[in-house]
């Protein structure tokens, strides 16, 4: 067999690897992924869409006495290149379980189980970082931001209408923006929207929370302690 057709057969046996790495790219907020990453993700992610494969429709069907045994392919089809694929079950592992898998290692990164896990039997202390100007911006009560800018001296209040992913320059866009100068806290002018690129110090963004006040007075919420992210 030459390296073309070696090539293309270790590309039909990882489809399910990465098909649910290309979900896991997808739906989770990560920097650009370069092919090295791609290729090793996939991998990765398929190696473990056929553990599932085998844990579910091979070993425990054996262990149960299913007749006749069933027989995991996987193995052969990797270490021998003289035996012929098995498309059924690559099948079935592309289909049944690589979606299955891909969604739950988004879960898991999505809602920091991981690093919750980690923390709990005192392996490690980190914390998702990375996403931290993420979920920030997507808490609930991260509606109604306050843009600061110290150069201009000018303070913007509006509603997060759209932000970036976190992988580049922190970006924002508002919506019903209103500008006050920030050392005589007077109302300057509205805008329908702002954008603002956060990439340097000259920018403070301060979370507003809301006060308990009656609910046709929520339009904009009050002041009761907001956090800095610069």
């Given at each position: 067999m030459n390296l073309s057709e070696f090539a293309f057969r270790i590309i039909l046996?990882?489809?399910p690897g990465l098909i649910a790495f290309r979900i896991f790219e997808k739906l989770t907020f990560?920097?650009?992924y370069k092919?090295?990453?791609i290729l090793l993700g996939s991998l990765t992610f398929g190696f473990l869409?056929?553990?599932?494969y085998y844990l579910v429709f091979v070993g425990l069907p054996n262990i149960l006495g299913a007749n006749p045994p069933?027989?995991?392919h996987f193995s052969g089809n990797l270490s021998d290149s003289s035996q012929a694929l098995n498309f059924g079950e690559i099948s079935i592992v592309t289909i049944l379980i690589a979606p299955p898998v891909g969604l739950l290692i988004t879960a898991l990164i999505n809602k920091r189980i991981l690093y919750k896990l980690a923390s709990t039997i005192k392996?490690?202390?980190?914390?998702d970082n990375f996403n931290v100007w993420v979920k920030a911006l997507d808490s609930p009560i991260s509606e109604w931001v306050s843009v600061r800018d110290q150069v201009n001296g000018l303070r913007y209040e509006g509603v997060i209408d759209?932000?970036?992913d976190g992988t580049g320059n922190s970006e924002l866009f508002l919506k019903e923006v209103e500008v006050y100068s920030i050392h005589e806290d007077e109302y300057?002018?509205?805008l329908p929207r702002a954008y603002f690129n956060l990439g340097n110090e000259n920018f403070i963004v301060e979370f507003r929370t809301w006060m308990n006040v009656p609910s046709q007075d929520k339009s904009k919420p009050k002041i009761s302690g907001n956090s800095e992210l610069k």
């Open positions: 046996i990882f489809v990560h920097r650009e092919t090295p990453d869409c056929y553990l599932v069933r027989v995991f392996i490690s202390s980190i914390v759209l932000y970036s300057k002018y509205s």
